[in-house]
Structure formats: C-alpha cells, structure tokens
C-alpha cells in the first residue's frame, strides 16, 4: 500500500539555530528550505498528491505557492520543482483538482481540458479526475424508500463527478496523455459509493480515487469500503483521498485499498491536544512552550496588561533552559514539569486542560533519545517542544517518518506492483545541529 504526502509547500529551513532562534539572513523560502523527503537519508512516504486548487489558490483559501513558484513548477515540471532525486527512494506523483478548495461553488471552476494540461505540465505519474465533493454522509440513504433524504443538489454532484470523468478519460486517451487516470467516485452512503465505482469501472477505470472520506470515521469509511467490495472487480485499486483515520490499514488493503493520502501524521504534531509526537506504540504530548514574539494571543494579553511582561520573559527562557539541563542529567522530571506548569499557568488563567500527567509522561520515556530518524538524531529535545513552526514541522517529519515505517512493518507490499530502486542518500544538516 502506497503512502502519498499531499503537498502544502511544508518545508524547514536548514539553517535554523535553534539555541538563538534565528535563520539564516541569506535563506531563500523554498530554495534552501527541505521536504519531509529531503530531510530523512530512508524513505518516509510513497509520493507526493499535488493538488491543482492549492498550487492556483482557489478563492478566499489561497495559495501556498508564490507566483514564481506556481511559475517555476508549470515550466520545470514536478519532479524537478520537488527535487525528487534528492529522496532516498523512487516518489510518484498524484495530482488531483482539490475539490475541497471549491466545495462551496454550485460548479467545479475548471474545465477537463484544463485539468488535462495542469496534470501534463507538471508530469504526474497520476491524474485524478474532475470532481465535486460531497460532504453529506448518511447511510440513512441505503434504506429502500430512503433516497428521497438526500438533496437534489448532492446527487447532482455525483452526476457531474461522473460526467467529467468521463469526459476525462475520453480526452485523455485521445490527447495520448502520458500519466495513468484515475476516476474519482463520490457518494453519500455506502451504496452510492459502490453505485459510483461500478459506473467507473464500466468507464474503463481501474484505478478509482474515493473522495470525501476526509470527514468521515473509520467505520464509516469501512461500511463504505465493504459495500464497494461487492461490485469491485479484482483489477481494481483504489485511491483513498485525505484519510485522517488510519487505524485500519490492514482492512483497506484487503478491501482493495493500493493508496492512499494523508495529513494526520504532520498536523498532529501541532494541531492535536495531546497526540503530537509517534512512537512505535504510543503516541506523546509535547511540552508547551509558546513563544512570545511572534505570538499575536500572547502580545494581546501582554497589551492589555492580563500578562507581566518581565514575568512571561523570564518563565520562557526559564522553561528553555529547564529542558536543556534535563536533557544534561542535571534537571529531574519533577522540576521541568513545575516550571512549564507554571509559565503555562501565566499564559492561560482560565485554562481548564491540566498537562502535568501527559508532561510527566512524555519526560519520563523521553522517547526522542531512543528514535532513530534523522531529526530526532540532529534536534534531540527541541523536536518534543511545541513551540514555532521549526520544531513544529520538523515533529511531523518524524512522525510521517514513523508512521512509514509502521506502514512497512505491515507488509503490506504486496499490492506495489514494482521493486522500487534505491537512490544515493541526502545528508541533511541543521547549522546548530551539525
Ligand atoms: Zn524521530
């Protein structure tokens, strides 16, 4: 089972120090700065899902990219935009139209063709078709007489999720187009999945993208899977598009599952209340020390006198440099977590969330000393602390990292088609690190 990184232009600069906390005056974004798939010497993830919403930033979402970026990636190609012969393994390429960036327009707002050349241009290895997500989901639907419960309006996105694909596939065969296409099902419910899938397949698909899983529970998604599963045909692999449950893993490779995409591993290093840092068996809360330049809620408080200036200083750098004497055997678990409890306390009186177990936890495995990728190695105990994008994003790396190496350990292999080849490693360095 293939394990692709959709792409936000997440990426860490090298030339951090992270004792002064400063970068380099020379650093250009995106030249100097690293992939996840740059920062580790052995593979991390399968490939990368690069969706044309995000490059063009549709509406009031945005775009991660620059001009010359989005420039850059159409003249060049992506391989070469993402410097893929710097990853220690072969990476695919998956494009797809991010649905989600235009999810409250009544229509898609690109056209087949369009999506054709995006896909071209950039060189993918595979090409989602055209789709419109549908975000309702209820099972309700599968009961006879129950149909009528879901809106004209979502049906009609199946439609013309439907209609484009095959128009999509039509055009591409035609264009003689060089990436493989993948049809995307959309649906409600179970049976309208599989309704879906079997409309695909008769298109001629055999590699079918299965969109708006993002919201969805694990068992949801495996209700819908199962349902698939009894109008599959064996030739068939499927896509799971944006999977934030990935528990399941051994069930979605016997239902059909060849790949699939996700963020849970990297936004949880930051996004999540306790779950931040992987391990091979648990999962750790990191230890929040916010930063209080560049922190707009901190600078607020401070403004409007909630918070002592001097005071929060003083805790920050109090907090630091508990950390760096424990890491030094010079400091026990006890006296970290009544410093950072303390400064937590200054930053957020009326917090209700109490840290003190998960901290004492986390301190006392002090997991980072035993993992062995590469920026646990470099960043040692700045990879548990919460605090800044560098540290922050580095911690997703390592757990994109982890969680390939538990993706592995499945043997879940069997569906990859080809031995992937090797490639010389990438030796990463961090200027404070190295
Ligand atoms: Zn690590």
């Not at 090409?127 to 549908?134: N, P, Q, R, T």
């Not at 079918?208 to 064996?234: D, F, H, W, Y």
């Not at 600078?299 to 750098?317: F, N, T």
């Amino acid at each position: 089972m293939k394990f692709f990184l959709p792409d936000s232009q997440d990426l860490v600069d090298p030339s951090f120090d992270f004792e002064r906390e400063r970068r380099s005056t020379t650093r250009q974004r995106q030249h100097d700065d690293l992939y996840a798939h740059e920062v580790f010497s052995t593979p991390t993830i399968d490939g990368l899902l690069v969706s044309k919403g995000i490059v063009d930033g549709f509406g009031a979402t945005g775009s991660r990219y620059t001009q010359s970026q989005r420039l850059r990636l159409l003249r060049h190609g992506a391989p070469r935009f993402f410097r893929l012969e710097r990853a220690p393994n072969a990476l695919k390429l998956m494009g797809d139209c991010g649905a989600f960036t235009y999810v409250h327009e009544e229509e898609p707002p690109y056209s087949v063709d369009e999506v054709l050349e995006f896909y071209e241009n950039c060189r993918f290895d595979h090409g989602v078709s055209l789709d419109h997500v549908i975000l309702e989901f209820n099972p309700g639907a599968d009961i006879p007489g129950g149909k009528n419960i879901i809106d004209a309006s979502i049906r009609a996105r199946q439609k013309l999720t439907l209609e484009r694909a095959k128009e999509f596939l039509r055009k591409h065969k035609a264009g003689r187009y060089s990436f493989e296409p993948l049809g995307v099902a959309q649906g409600w419910s179970p049976k309208s999945y599989a309704s879906a899938v079997k409309s695909l397949q008769k298109m001629g698909y055999d590699y079918i993208a299965i969109g708006g899983m993002v919201p969805l529970k694990s068992r949801e998604i495996l209700m819908c899977l199962e349902e698939i599963q009894t109008v599959r045909n064996p030739a068939t692999r499927l896509h799971l598009l944006g999977v934030t449950r990935t528990e399941h893993l051994r069930e979605f490779a016997r239902l059909g599952v060849a790949s699939f995409d996700s963020t849970s591993p990297l936004r949880q290093a930051f996004k999540d209340d306790r779950d931040n840092y992987y391990t091979n068996g648990l999962k750790y809360t990191a230890l929040r020390i916010p930063q209080i330049e560049g922190n707009s809620l901190l600078q607020r408080k401070i403004l409007s006198g909630q918070i002592p200036q001097e005071r929060a200083r003083k805790m920050e750098r109090a907090c630091l440099e508990a950390m760096k004497l424990f890491e030094a055997g010079k400091h026990t678990v006890r006296q970290v977590v009544e410093v950072l409890l303390e400064y937590e306390r200054l930053c957020d009186r009326e917090q209700k969330k109490d840290h003190a177990g998960a901290y004492e936890k986390t301190l006392t495995d002090a997991p980072w000393r035993n993992c062995p990728c590469d920026v646990c190695k470099e960043l040692k105990y700045h990879v548990i602390i919460f605090r800044g994008a560098e540290r922050n994003r580095r911690r997703g790396f390592h757990n994109i990292w982890t969680f390939y190496q538990q993706l592995r350990n499945l043997g879940l292999e069997a569906t990859n088609t080809r031995q992937e080849t090797e490639r010389p490693t990438h030796q990463w360095r961090s200027r404070a690190n190295g």
